[in-house]
Structures are given as C-alpha cells and as structure tokens.
C-alpha cells in the first residue's frame, strides 16, 4: 500500500473499496514493521494529548511568557456570538485554544507543525461533535489528515522557513479539510477535492511572525485556519470540485514558496513582524 | 523510512520545534556527555537562538534537557525553579560563533571537578546536530544510541573498539573518527542500532587507550 502522490492515495482507497484512513493504516503497518494495534494505539495517545491541549487552553486566562497571547479561547469559549452556538464558533475556540497552549509552553501535537497545531485537532473534534463520531472515527479521521500530509512532507516541505505559512497553516488546513471530509462519509474524491480547495485558497500566505515568535499573528491564524477547513470540507462534500488537482496544488505551494523573498518566511523581518508595532513589540521583548 | 508520526507529532511542548523541542535534545545530550554530577551550567545563544530565546522558551528547554526531561515533558516551562532547587548555578549569555546555523547554542556544564563544552545546532523541524564538543569537531544527530570515545591515535585503535562492539552482536550505523593532531588522540563517535548497557560500557572503558567513553542514549519521540 505505497503512495507517494495525493492520486495514488486516492485511487487506492477507490480501487481497493476502502477509506483514504484504512490505506494510511496499512501503509503506515508496513512501513514500520509494527502491529495494527500498536499503530492504532499510538494515534490514540496522540488523540487523548489534542484531547487536552483543545481543554486546557478553553480554561486559560493567563497569557504567554511573552504576553502577545493568551485568553482569547476561553473569550471565545464564553461568548454568545451572533452566528449562534454552532460548529464555525466550535472550530475557531478549540483550535485558538490549543495554539494558546502552544505557546504557553504546554504539551501539542506538532500535527503538521506546533506553529498550526491547532487546526486538524479542532476541526475533528467539532465535526465529531456535530455528527455524534466515536473516538475511534475521529482516530481514523486522523490518519486520513496524517497521509495527506506526508504527501507534502515527500514531495514539498511542512517549514514555514521553507515554504511560508501556506506550508504550516495552509496545509494543516487542507489536511483537515480532507479528514472532516472522510469523517462526515463522503467518498475518497471528495477527500481529495477539499485538501485541493483549502490548500489552494491559502496559497501565497506568508510567514511574518512578529518579534520571531509563534504566537502573533499564529494563534488566531490556527482559528481562521480551521473556519477555512469546514468550508473546504463542505464544498466538497456538496460535490464541489477543485479544477486543479490536489497535487498540483502542491506543486503550485512549492512554486510559491520558492519565488517568496526570504523576509516573510519566519525571519521576522518583513510583513506584520516590520510594521511599526511589530518591530516595537520586538524591541521591547528584547529589552 | 518515515512514519506518519512524523507528520502528525511530535507531541512536544511548545511553542516551537526548532526552539524548544530542538533546545531540549540539545541539553539532554549535553547531560550525558557531562555524565557527572552539574553544578553549574553556562549557556551561550547564538543567532536566532539568540535574539529569541526568552520568547520561545529556549532557556527553559535547554536547562530542562540538562535536567534530563524530554521534549513532551511538562516540567519544561519550570526548568529554570527546578534547576535552583537542584543547586545548579544558571547563566545565559549571548555570542556570536563562527560558521554555525542560526540556531546554535554553546553549553558548558562543570561542577567542582571538571568542565565539558559543547556546541549544537537546531536544524529545521526538531532535528538537531551537535557539531563540537570540548573543540573536538563531531556530528552527532541524536537519534540513534551513541557513542562519543576518547582514545590514543595509534594503528588499530578503533579496530579493538568495533570488535568489542561486534562481540555483543552491536551493528554500527555510522562511525566518524575526528583527531586534533597526528599520533596524539583522537576522538570517536559511534552511532549504533541498538542500545548499549553499563555491562557494555565498563568493558570499553577497560580497554587500554580509551580515556574516556560516554554513552548518549537516543531521544525517541
């Protein structure tokens, strides 16, 4: 069961009459010499941390060593926002606060980065939530995300230093898209279709973290992020196609990423990290 | 060989894998390089190390990995208090070395006896590279058992080394010999595919000519 392109994963799941997660299992077997069970039980302890990470942060008041975050998950967490109690306000708490917790020194899941930790925790969990999953589907939802992203770490890079956010943020965000997709049922296509349509709307985004830290403008990223995701997800599930296949769309990142000057990819010296309060953030954190 | 763990983990904590997960592998190698008790540890940011480290937390991680804790480890953010309970003198300054990544770091750990520098790199995810220790150049990566030996420069030297290694059935994965001078000593690092035991290490530490051999168990996240 090897794959090394986002068609290949694809096209086996079709052809074998199986989940994009199930192929990702068995690749994931065979590549590491390891049982079903013992595969199966470390995504569970992988699981139970995002588990923590989405609590601890919605209960949080204090702020970051740094102070530039902190608090905005538990503000979210107990606002009765105008669109209603509903699954975009979901998304946006649980994975602000597992950024939160991020950078706060707590323990994440670097899943794809630890810089857009938050997106694929909070999209599964409140995707779940709606449809009443069992943990052991949002486990396998989460190999789904695991095998989309590898496709990136082979063929193109997961480093905001390499690539910008679109490679951290943008695909942790198409990588959850194409897990809600499979969690919600749809077919291995429309898998496939919503990594493309997230990815491809994130293309181009850059990494101008101020005073070099994760936190500004990371954090509330992870929570636009994972609102990004959901509409991904439910295009391709309404069978929205995306005109340039998925793995084009990566192609088309690394292209970016590489005509990207070097300021805005996490150095801090261009972008939101250069203007004025950025640059005056750094200076006094410096002090 | 890559496992989709890569992809989704590791589970570390925050907030970046560079600067903190990265920080504390480094520290923890220093740990066992040292291997004695630590009273005091000197700690020299260089680069974006440098310019970053309060914010990420770098501090905290490298002094944790001194303390022994792994990346996932949640005392991190505490390291700093828990160091002090432990009597070990901290200072942090900043430096420019030559020709190293951005992410560098200086350690020097030392108690009333004896001292050990050594210098490592962060180098993009958590991986990481130490490149010094004790002005001998070496590589080391961290993830697989290995070995660092000091031993005379002569004809056969290593070749007592590897058969002892052999004789306990442990496969070589990489081996890099590094000398300061022709004939003097020289300095080994061994990285191998399994674990090594105490058992092991007494028996290489009898063999006339090695000076001195430490064992750097790998960080497995």
Not at chain 2, 61 to 69: E, K, P
Request: proline fraction near 3%; glycine fraction near 10%.
């Amino acid at each position: 069961m090897e794959y090394s392109t986002i068609e290949e994963l694809i096209n086996l799941a079709s052809e074998n009459e199986m989940t994009v997660s199930e192929i990702v299992i068995q690749s994931e077997i065979e590549e590491s010499e390891k049982s079903r069970d013992e595969v199966l039980k470390r995504m569970r302890e992988t699981f139970e941390v995002m588990k923590e990470a989405v609590e601890e942060g919605k209960n949080k008041q204090e702020k970051s060593p740094s102070g530039l975050s902190g608090g905005d998950a538990h503000r979210l967490s107990n606002f009765d926002d105008f669109l209603g109690d509903n699954i975009y306000k979901k998304v946006m708490t649980y994975a602000v606060a597992t950024s939160e917790v991020n950078a706060s020194m707590g323990k994440i899941v670097a899943g794809p980065t630890a810089g857009s930790s938050g997106i694929v925790p909070a999209v599964l969990l409140a995707v779940g939530e709606k449809i009443n999953a069992d943990d052991e589907e949002i486990i396998k939802a989460l190999f789904t995300a695991s095998g989309l992203g590898m496709v990136v770490s082979k063929k193109a890079t997961l480093a905001g230093a390499a690539g910008g956010c679109q490679a951290e943020c943008g695909v942790g965000s198409a990588m959850a898209a194409g897990a809600a997709v499979e969690l919600a049922g749809g077919k291995p296509e429309m898998v496939a279709n919503a990594f493309a349509l997230a990815l491809k709307n994130l293309l181009g985004l850059v990494c101008d973290p101020v005073a070099g830290l994760v936190e500004v403008p990371c954090v509330k990223r992870n929570g636009f992020s994972a609102s990004h995701a959901l509409t991904a997800a439910n295009m391709a599930l309404a069978e929205v196609g995306s005109v340039i296949p998925a793995d084009e769309v990566v192609e088309a990142m690394t292209q970016i990423g590489n005509l990207m000057p070097g300021s805005l990819k996490e150095t801090a010296m261009g972008g939101l990290a250069a203007t004025e309060t950025g640059l005056k953030i750094a200076e006094e954190l410096d002090e | 060989m890559s496992s989709i763990f890569d992809v989704m983990g590791p589970v570390m904590v925050g907030p970046s894998s560079s600067h903190t997960a990265g920080a504390v592998k480094l520290g923890r190698i220093a740990r066992f390089i040292f291997s004695d008790t630590i009273k005091k540890a000197e700690i020299n940011f260089h680069g974006s190390f440098a310019s970053t480290y309060k914010g990420h937390g770098t501090d905290k991680a490298v002094i944790a990995g001194i303390l022994g804790f792994k990346p996932d480890d949640e005392r991190i953010k505490n390291s700093l208090e828990i160091a002090k309970e432990k009597g070990i003198e901290v200072n942090f300054s900043e430096v420019q070395l030559r020709d190293v990544h951005p992410n560098t770091v200086k350690i020097v750990l030392s108690n009333e006896e004896e001292s050990v520098s050594m210098v490592g790199s962060s180098i993009g995810g958590s991986d990481i590279k130490v490149i010094e220790i004790d002005n001998y150049e070496v590589n080391i990566s961290g993830k697989l058992p290995t070995l660092w030996i000091i031993h005379k420069d002569r004809p056969g030297m290593v070749g007592v080394i590897t058969s002892v290694l052999g004789s306990y059935n442990l496969n070589i994965a990489h081996m890099q010999d590094f000398r300061k001078k022709k004939g003097t000593i020289a300095s080994s690092i061994i990285e191998l595919d399994h674990a090594v035991d105490e058992y092991i290490l007494n028996h290489l530490r009898n063999i006339d000519g090695l000076s001195l051999v430490r064992y750097i168990p790998p960080v497995v996240n």
